[in-house]
Each structure stands twice: as C-alpha cells, then as structure tokens.
C-alpha cells in the first residue's frame, strides 16, 4: 500500500515534469500562451506527486511498514519518533526524496510568484529549466534510488538508523535546512539559463531573483552553522569543521553564492560583469550537483559519506550537461554580454567587489581542490595522497585575512573612485575600534600573530559595519536596519563574530583528559580544575529503555550538574559517546566521558575549554536575521535607475557621504522593473 | 556627520599604525613556549590515525591512535623537531600515507603550488585589465551619443 502510493507519486510526479518540458517547449516554439500558462498546472502535479511519496515514505516510517527495503534498512520499532521522522532523509533514497520535495515546493513557489507573466519566453524558459531538474531526480527515484522497493519477506523488525544520526535533534533540523538552501540555488539558475536562452541578459532577471538567491544562501547558511554545532555537541572532540568531503561539498555552493551576492551589486549599479555574475550563478548550482556526486557515489572517504550506490555516474553525467549547456550558452550570447561600463579605479566600491570575488574565487578553488585531489592523484599518478585539516587550514587562512581586511575596507569605499582622503577620514573611527580590540585581546592573554591579526580585522570590519549602520538609521530611523546594504552589514557583523569563535576557539583551546574518582585517592582526584573550570565527580547514572541504553557521569561543573553519557543502541555494538557541554559567552567547556564508569567510583573523562565558540553559533544566528533584513526593500529605489539621476551636478561636489540606499526619484515605481524592459 | 566633514590627515593613522604593529609584535614574540603536552596535540594534529579514513590522530580514540600519540610523545622527549616526528611516525607505518599535509614535492606539490599560481594570474590579468579601465583610456564615441539620445528620447516617449 505504502508502496504504491510512493511509487504513484513518484511517477505523478516525473510524468508532470516530462509532460511539462514537452508542453513548454511546443508552447515556447510555437508561441502559444495557452500552453506556457500550463506550467502552473504540471507543477502543482509535480509537487502533488512528491508530496504522496513524501507522506507515504512517512507513513510507512511511522506505521513500521517494514516490506518497505527502506524502512526495513534504516527503521526500527524502537526508535523515537522525532528520529523516526527524521529517518526519511538519514540514508540515500530517502535524502533524494526530500530534495524532491523541496525542488517540486520551489517550483510551484515560482509559478505563483510568476504567475500573471508565465507567458513571457523569459519566465517559460526558466520553469523549463526548473522542469528539466525535476525530471532528473524525479528519474532517480524510478531507477537507481528508488526508495519504494519492496521485500519479499519483511524482517519483524529494523536495526534502526545509524546511532549518530539518532541521539541529537538537529537531525530533525539540520539536513532540511541544508537542502532549501542546496535547491534554492535552482530558481536563480534557471533564470540565469532563461536569460541565456533568450538573450535577455539585462539586469532585469537579477533583480528577479534577488531574494530567491538571497533566501537559498540564509537557508545554506543556516544549514552549515547547524551542521558545525551539531558535530560540536555529538562528536566530543572539540571540533566542528574537519574539511571532510560532505561538509565542504556544502561549503563550496556557499561560497561561490556569497561571490554572487556582492558582484551582482556591481551588475545592478554598473552594468559590468555579465559573464562572471551568470558563470558564478551557474557554478554554484553546478557544485550543489557535484557535492551531491561526491557524497552520495563513495569516492571519497568521508565520515559522512552515504552508502555505494549506483547514482554516482548518473550524478556527474548531469553535473557534465550542466557545464556543458552553460559554456555553450555563455559562449554563444558571448557578444550581448559585453559591457560597455569601465571601473575607473581599483579603490572603489566595484573595486572591491572585484578584489572580494578574486579572493572567493581562490578559496572555492582551493577548497574544490583539496576534496578532488586524492581522486585526481590516483588517476593521474597512481600515488595515494591524503588532503587533510592541516592543508585547508594553512591554504585557507591568509584568505580569511584577507576577506577580513575586505571586509573593513570595502563598506566605505563610494561607488567609481576614492581619494585617499575620503579612505582616511571615513576608516580613522572603525581603524580606532580595530586597535582597541587588539589591545583589548592582549590584556586579556591572547597571543599569536594570525589570532591576533584576525581581531584587530574583526574589530576593524565590525567598527565599518557600524558606521554604516548608525548612519543610515541617524537618517532613516528603523528603517536604516533594512535594505540590502544595511541588512548586509548585519550579515557582516555574523561573519566577523563566527570568524573570532574560530580564531579563539583553534588558538586558544585547552584539552585535559583525566581519572576522577567519588572518594579522591592517590592519583585519582575527585575535583581538577581546567581553565578555571572546577569539576567534581559526583557519582554514576544507568538509564535503559526501548531505543537505547545509556550510562552517565554527574559531574559539577562550577556549581551546576552536567551528564555526560555514552549509549548503546539496539542496532549497533559500538558505544556511542554523548557529550555535554556547559555554554558561556566567554568559553564553553566540552566534556565527554571515555569509559563508563567503574564499580568502585571512577570514570575517565576529556575535558575541553574552547574560547568565545558560542560567538559561533550566535553569528550564524545573526547572519540569518541580516539576510532577512537585507530581504525586506530599503528604499524605494528601482535598483536599475541610474543612480547619479538626482546628483546635483552644479557647483563643486561636496565631500558628503553617498548614500547607497538614497532615493533619487521618489516619484519612482515601487515594483520591481518588469522583466521586459532589459531586452 | 561631522566626522565626515572634518579633514583627517596621517598623523592619527601613523599612531595607530605604531599601535597595531607594536601590539601585533608584542603579542607574536610574548608567547610562552608550548609546553610538550601542547606541542604533542599539535602533531597530532597533522597525523592521520592509522585505522581510520581521514581522521586525525588527536580526533580518534582507536588503539592504533594512542599507539601513535605514545610515540610522539616518546620522541618529544628525545628531543626531535616537530617535521622529525612527523617524518618518523610515517616512515614507521609505510605505505599508509599518515601525513594528513600532502608532501610538497612531486605530483602532490601540485595542491600547494596551483591555488598561488591561479591567484598570481588572477591578479596579474586583473591589473592588466586595471590599466585599461582607466578614465582616460575611454572615447566616446557618435554611436554611444545616439545610443543615449535613443535611451532618453524612449524614456520620454514612455512618460
């Protein structure tokens, strides 16, 4: 029954893509209105169907449905139900199955958000283009991912999911996140390919899909800082980025989207940089589908990693089509693409925004590099080589410097040419808060050249961070916090509070591991103190039910009761540690208990006191509520006017602050410019 | 906005770059040596645990890893550099590839060499093009009036 009704939606749900890629593609050739306006209703076929393979999958998961090979491999009556839910996207065709659903969810988003202008070729060829993805993964669940097989013989009862993947809730959470992020990227491709296609390539589809493109990076965003606290809580190491395949697969998309979001200021202000802005789009979409390759075919070892499966080649066939189409798309609209704009000077604000892009260009090169190498070694050499931390860290911090250094330079910087003056007067006052952070850092202990660079930059970005929000609300009030600039140096503000966690926590992290006993003895006390964190074993705990055995250790840390546990699940003879740490704004201190504890009164634990890494979580926090600000309009300014329409031009300019979010024509329409007028 | 208003000159910047530089100076070379439990962590860190995919030693708790972390601690005492420990941990498990830093030399050189290649060129190509995008280097020419006198005259038509 289950079954069924998966397969059915499954089916529902390639048939609508397949009916609507031959649907528009008439309608598009034979400019037929009647037909691109049917996109509306392939895609609500489309997200139909998902939706009953979803809630099939789910109720099979929940109802224990164990002729399901799915909920036969990764289900068991014992586990919990947030876990149990969560289950659909913990083993591959479940996952495929989720971004399924998210994909078919997007779509309809943009037929709605489109819909009174599915007849523009503009728009029809980007649901064309949404279709066609959907019809690839669609087509992966009917062939190598299908998650409705069913057993001939069903087994009584499942081993359950994978222990890590049951003992913590960001698992609910977590992946979700990460895939409205990894498939949001779709929409602003597929207009990127609707404005090759059509050769459109104005600034009209940018500013279209501004917020789609800004929604997937918060979701990504968002997703990557859950991952990082997720692994920091469970793995009781202290870590929280190990540069493993999976998480940079994640990281890559992040970071050609974060190059897109600024320069596609430049495009909107300047007109410049039509090709990078397209090839960036496109890039990040690519690499969402070669990170899917990478973690889902096995040919990387990572501790993430799904099991083998045969969706690999079919994976990088379709990353190929992509690259391929893109090339050939940029390389025949080479000649519409051109701009006629210049940049006057390096220092200036589109400068900078260069200067950023060049920079996010060498870490995704970098970062890609480092994942594929050992594959590239092997083919090519024949020689093993192992690319671990130690070669993403030392690759990738003189570009985190140097994205600091952006950072406080850039925000200031005015549009076509700064003099030096205008650098000097505008940077004396964040240089000034950048200094006394520094001074600040040494009096409280810190030491080491890179850590202590790093929070004089932090301070310095932060300080241009706020000079630009205090003036834009001593002008504007309330409404200064909003628009893409001032929700920007929000974003800003995040980045530099993760990029300080991250410096402290790596510098300046002491790890202990010792014997604490109830009654202290000789060599085994039952109080130490670490980073001036006193912990006292105060005895052991057992707890046993249904999904899992677990035993603890109480401990007092600076007058509070944490448990460190480690537990054992039905389905697994390892011994799963779960470690439990005490958050403070200052430091957090990770404690994880190594044996369980003994009959006679000791147990063994890791202590570990990290510096300032809740800042981590906190930025990622403030990230999201920046993009969320940055999402709402801050001015009423059409972003393609000409920005120099209402500049006085008599008289000698004064040196007064350019105002990004100024309104030059107050008279201007407050909706966005139609697609049409670019052509 | 008064600051803006106000004519900074470099006096303020050449005090605070004193500033920053003798902090930055004080703080790099004010450090405590590391202690040799520290210095272990930190080799440990570079080294991958035997029996593992790619975790490092200090992450892993397999008995392969404390193997490993007993020996460097050995060797620390015995006084080697950190590149001699690191070296001597890998020749004592050959084949296995423990260094989780790919060496600098030969095919591997490669993933060190190519990021600061690409980024040299990136740079290079960009300043080149810098020297084009001066002001001065523009002309404008009939076509580029007419295009404008076209734009502003549809922009009149549509009002």
């Not at chain 1, 034979?30 to 999958?57: E, H, I, Q």
């Not at chain 1, 810190?446 to 310095?460: E, I, M, Q, S, V």
């Not at chain 1, 920005?643 to 008599?650: D, L, N």
């Amino acid at each position: 029954m289950n079954a069924a009704l998966g397969s059915f939606g499954v089916v529902l749900g390639f048939v609508g893509s397949l009916g609507a890629i031959v649907t528009l593609a008439i309608g598009l050739r034979g400019n037929r209105p009647d037909l691109l306006r049917m996109a509306r209703t392939y895609a609500f076929m489309v997200l139909g169907g998902a939706v009953v393979s979803f809630a099939a999958m789910e109720r099979a998961l929940i109802t224990r449905d164990f002729s399901l090979k799915y909920v036969a491999t990764n289900g068991s009556s014992a586990t919990p139900a947030l876990y149990n839910f969560a289950t659909l996207w913990g083993a591959l065709e479940g996952s495929i199955l989720l971004w399924s659903l998210i994909l078919a969810g997007f779509t309809v988003a943009v037929v709605l958000k489109f819909r009174a202008r599915l007849t523009d070729p503009l728009v029809a060829w980007a649901m064309l283009t949404m279709f066609v993805v959907c019809t690839f993964f669609f087509g992966l669940m009917l062939g190598p991912t299908n998650p409705f097989h069913t057993l001939a013989n069903p087994p009584l009862d499942g081993p359950g999911p994978n222990p890590l993947l049951q003992n913590h809730p960001l698992m609910a959470i977590h992946p979700p996140m990460l895939y409205l992020g990894y498939v949001g990227f779709t929409v602003p491709f597929a207009f990127a390919i609707a404005a090759l296609v059509t050769g459109r390539l104005g600034e009209g589809w940018l500013v279209e899909t501004r917020r789609w493109t800004l929604f997937a990076w918060t979701f990504l965003t968002i997703g990557i800082i859950l991952g990082a606290w997720w692994s920091h809580e469970v793995l009781g190491w202290g870590g929280y980025w190990a540069w493993d395949p999976v998480e940079n697969a994640s990281f890559l998309p992040w970071i050609t989207g974060t190059a897109f979001i600024h320069s596609v200021m430049v495009q909107e202000r300047r007109g410049m940089l039509r090709v990078w802005n397209l090839s960036l789009l496109c890039a990040t979409f690519a690499l969402t589908i070669l990170g899917t390759f990478l973690t889902r075919s096995g040919v990387l070892d990572s501790v993430h990693a799904f099991s083998d499966s045969t969706v690999g080649p079919l994976l990088l066939g379709f990353f190929a089509v992509i690259v391929v189409v893109t090339v050939g798309l940029v390389g025949w609209r080479g000649d519409r693409l051109r701009s006629p704009a210049r940049i006057d000077s390096p220092a200036s604000r589109e400068g900078a925004f260069l200067l950023n892009n060049v920079v996010f260009a060498a870490f995704a090169f970098v970062v890609l590099l480092g994942t594929v190498f050992p594959l590239i070694s092997e083919a090519l050499s024949s020689q093993r080589v192992t690319v671990g931390v130690p070669y993403f860290e030392r690759m990738t911090m003189p570009i985190g410097l140097t994205l600091l250094f952006l950072m406080a330079i850039a925000p200031v910087l005015p549009w076509r040419k700064a003099s030096a003056e205008t650098l000097r007067t505008r940077l004396l006052w964040p240089g000034w808060i950048g200094t006394a952070v520094l001074v600040f850092s040494l009096l409280v202990g810190a030491r080491g050249f890179a850590p202590l660079l790093a929070f004089f930059l932090a301070g310095f970005a932060g300080g241009s961070a706020l000079r630009q929000l205090a003036l834009a609300t001593r002008r504007q009030g309330i409404r200064g916090l909003f628009g893409r600039t001032n929700g920007g140096m929000i974003v800003h503000i995040g980045v530099l509070m993760v990029a300080v966690a991250f410096a402290s926590s790596h510098a300046y992290q002491t790890e202990r591991e010792a014997r604490l006993c109830i009654d202290a003895k000789a060599g085994c006390p039952s109080t130490i103190t670490v980073s001036g964190h006193r912990l006292t074993y105060l005895g052991a705990t057992a707890d046993v039910d249904a999904a899992r055995r677990e035993v603890g250790a109480k401990l007092r840390v600076d007058g509070q009761v944490y448990i460190p546990k480690i537990q054992r699940f039905p389905n697994g003879n390892q011994e799963i540690g779960k470690p439990t740490v005490r958050n403070r704004a200052t430091d957090s201190v990770l404690i994880a208990m190594l044996d369980a504890p003994t009959k006679s009164g000791s147990v063994r634990i890791r202590v570990i006191v990290q510096p300032m890494i809740v800042w981590l979580w906190t930025g990622g926090a403030v990230m999201a509520f920046g993009s969320l600000l940055a999402a709402f309009p801050g001015s009423r300014r059409r972003p393609t006017d000409p920005v120099s329409a209402s500049v006085e031009a008599s008289g000698p300019a004064p040196e007064r602050e350019p105002d990004p979010d100024r309104d030059p024509d107050p008279s201007s329409d407050p909706d966005p410019v139609p697609v049409g007028v670019d052509a | 906005m008064s600051a803006a208003t106000r004519k900074v000159g470099w006096l303020p910047w050449a005090a605070m770059a004193v500033v920053v530089i003798g902090a930055l100076a004080f703080g790099t070379f004010a450090q405590h040596s590391l202690t040799p439990s520290e210095r272990a962590q930190h080799v440990a860190d570079t080294i991958r645990c035997p029996s593992c995919k790619s975790q490092a030693v200090s992450s892993s708790d397999t008995p392969a890893s404390q193997a490993v972390r007993v020996l460097i601690r050995e060797r620390i005492a015995a006084g080697d550099s950190d590149e001699e420990i690191r070296d001597f941990v890998d020749s004592r498990y050959p084949g296995q590839h423990l260094l989780l830093d790919p060496s600098g030399s030969g095919f591997s050189g490669l993933v060190w060499a190519l990021p600061v290649v690409v980024v040299v060129v990136a740079i290079a190509g960009l300043t080149f093009r810098f020297r084009d995008w001066r002001p001065g280097a523009l002309a404008v020419t009939d076509d580029d009036r007419s295009l404008v006198a076209d734009a502003l005259a549809a922009e009149d038509a549509r009002r």
